[in-house]
């Protein structure tokens, strides 16, 4: 069975920073695209990135509003992904889950969520 | 970025109705396009993929066409289980996008 488990979400202050981490099983990671996305209180969903499988060399893209903040990373080792962000910001508060994902496929599978507060 | 135009932002049905739920992208986007229902508190969960494919385990009330770039999510006789917030997704692009999404609320 596939499972998808978010963590380290806590409350920082703006100017701070994060990792959050997102631990799977059932499935061998290097073998899948994985995305972050996020929902801010009471707002819709935003994809926030992506890490492409082994075979695409772990490439990244990011949207816009956290490019050259916010940084995904895996451990194949340890089947686990990671977010680290930095220089948060308040509009940054959101519930942030991890999803498995595809060249050309949606997000099958999502954790549970970790939500990351940034006030002061 | 491809922009996703859902319609409409809320809705109130009772259990029974038949209800659509319209999404318009920007540009093509080769029926890359996913359904997801989405309950306070929780992650979504996908419904449709490739536009009209039943995601399994989904039950079959639960449907999706595309027409161009208008993508259509359909619920052909509502469920208590049902009401939620449903979001579209494109997914042509590596810079996924969502629909605003939209609340189903019981009348």
């Known amino acids: 069975e596939v499972q998808l488990v978010e963590s380290g979400g806590d409350l920082v202050q703006p100017g701070g920073s994060l990792r959050l981490s997102c631990a799977a099983s059932?499935?061998?990671?290097?073998?899948?695209?994985m995305d972050w996305v996020r929902q801010a209180p009471g707002k819709g969903l935003e994809w926030v990135g992506r890490?492409?499988?082994?075979?695409?060399?772990?490439?990244?893209e990011y949207a816009a509003s956290v490019k050259g903040r916010f940084t995904i990373s895996r451990d194949d080792s340890k089947n686990s992904l990671y977010l680290q962000m930095n220089s948060l910001k308040t509009e940054d508060t959101a519930v942030y889950y991890c999803?498995?994902?595809?060249?050309?496929?949606?997000?099958?599978?999502w954790g549970q969520g970790t939500l990351v507060t940034v006030s002061s | 970025d491809i922009q996703m135009t859902q319609s409409p932002s809320t809705l109130s049905a009772s259990v029974g109705d038949r209800v659509t739920i319209t999404c318009r992208a920007s540009?093509?986007?080769?029926?890359?396009l996913a359904w997801y229902q989405q309950k306070p508190g929780k992650a979504p969960k996908l419904l449709i993929y490739k536009a009209s494919s039943l995601e399994s385990g989904v039950p079959s009330r639960f449907s999706g066409s595309e027409s161009g770039t208008e993508f259509t999510l359909t619920i052909s006789s509502l469920q208590p289980d049902d009401f939620a917030t449903y979001y579209c997704?494109?997914?042509?692009?590596?810079?996924?996008?969502f629909g605003q999404g939209t609340p189903l609320e019981i009348k």
């Open positions: 890490s492409r499988n082994k075979a695409n060399s772990y490439t990244t």
């Open positions: 540009q093509s986007i080769s029926s890359c």
């Open positions: 059932g499935f061998t990671l290097s073998d899948h695209y």
């Open positions: 999803a498995r994902s595809g060249s050309y496929s949606p997000n099958a599978y």
């Open positions: 997704q494109q997914y042509n692009s590596y810079s996924i996008t």
